[in-house]
């Protein structure tokens, strides 16, 4: 069992920053793979961002050369770095977690990240 806290979110203005948190308790942090996902009203839920266990990161088009994902094993913990906002990534923001070798996966609560001027 994995539990997933997401922290960071809020209203920035358009080409602002912001880092949102992910904190995770429960069985091996680091056994997982790790994932943003993303839901804006109206929308489906969409892969932002994932990074493996071995640390192999990738990206959605829409978000290349402005997110950043990593994680610290050591704190249980991921993050994405968001930069050069844009009102599209409106959206409430949500934690996965996906052990590779089983069924086991893991969402978050989420938190809303909104971007208007």
């Known amino acids: 069992q994995v539990q997933l806290v997401e922290s960071g979110g809020g209203l920035v203005q358009p080409g602002g920053s912001l880092r949102l948190s992910c904190a995770a308790s429960?069985?091996?942090?680091?056994?997982?793979?790790m994932d943003w996902y993303r839901q804006a009203p109206g929308k489906q839920r969409e892969l932002v961002a994932r990074?493996?266990?071995?640390?192999?990161?990738n990206y959605a088009d829409s978000v290349k050369g402005r997110f950043t994902i990593s994680r610290d094993n050591a704190k249980n913990t991921v993050y994405l770095e968001m930069n050069s906002l844009k009102p599209e990534d409106t959206a409430v923001y949500y934690c996965?977690?996906?052990?590779?070798?089983?069924?086991?996966?893991?969402w978050g609560q989420g938190t809303q990240v909104t971007v208007s001027s």
């Open positions: 996965h977690a996906d052990h590779p070798l089983t069924i086991l996966n893991y």
């Open positions: 429960g069985s091996a942090f680091s056994n997982y793979d």
């Open positions: 990074i493996t266990r071995v640390g192999s990161t």
